[in-house]
């Protein structure tokens, strides 16, 4: 039975939904960690934020791949593929992972030599501009670990189901040019092993495609295509920002920054 498949249908929207829900659930315990930072006592509040922070990064990750599989098992289903598939659930994020990302995204809280001139402007801001940056950062960080488990759930569920053959990337209508880049350009087939490359804050999710479907782009998708391919590639160089320019212009639904 051979049947379409597109980076976006109802299906695939309602688990980018299920996932945004987990986000912002997620958001919303990042902050409420934020109290075990004191500013005055850093080097001791900051590993209790990083345990505490751990905890939480890995029951979301859990949550997210487990998303993830029931998408692929429901996908595959409909697909009509025969046979009995069991997907991977990724594991959680290595710890060593969570912590460099965390560490990253605080970076700017140490204190440093003003007179220092490799000290930059972002680290010469008062504590408490340096404390919501660094929140800002680490939500939007732990949100790419948890969402990554996810994406990286389906990849490998494609990888290895002999009846998968190729995934795609559905970003949403106001997502950021270099996601929609990425979605007009349609199925990655799984010998070509192409990474899934996502940004912090980056919401696009992985469609699995299976033997016997047909892939189709979705209108918006062809649109970005056809914008990329008017706009952007007859030119040489910086062709994502002469893409952010064109979409600026030609996108009928930019909705920016809406992811
Ligand atoms: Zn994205």
Redesign the pocket.
Known sequence: MATAVSDSSEPANRYRAAQLGLTRLLVRDVRGLRRLIIPSRLQQSVPDWLTAMQAIVEQYARTSSHLAAEFYDGRREAAGVPGVFTVPVADPPPPEQTESSLRWATKDLWPRDPEDERTTDAQRQPMDVRLAQAEKKAEQAAQKLVTDVGRGTVQEAVRQDRLATAWARS?ALG??AF?KLLAARGAVYKQDTADFR?HDG???GVIPVFKGQQFELSPHAREWERIYREFAAPHSGDQLRRFRLALAEHDSNPLPGSN
Do not use: N, V
């Open positions: 970003a997502a950021c996601c996502a980056c919401h696009c």
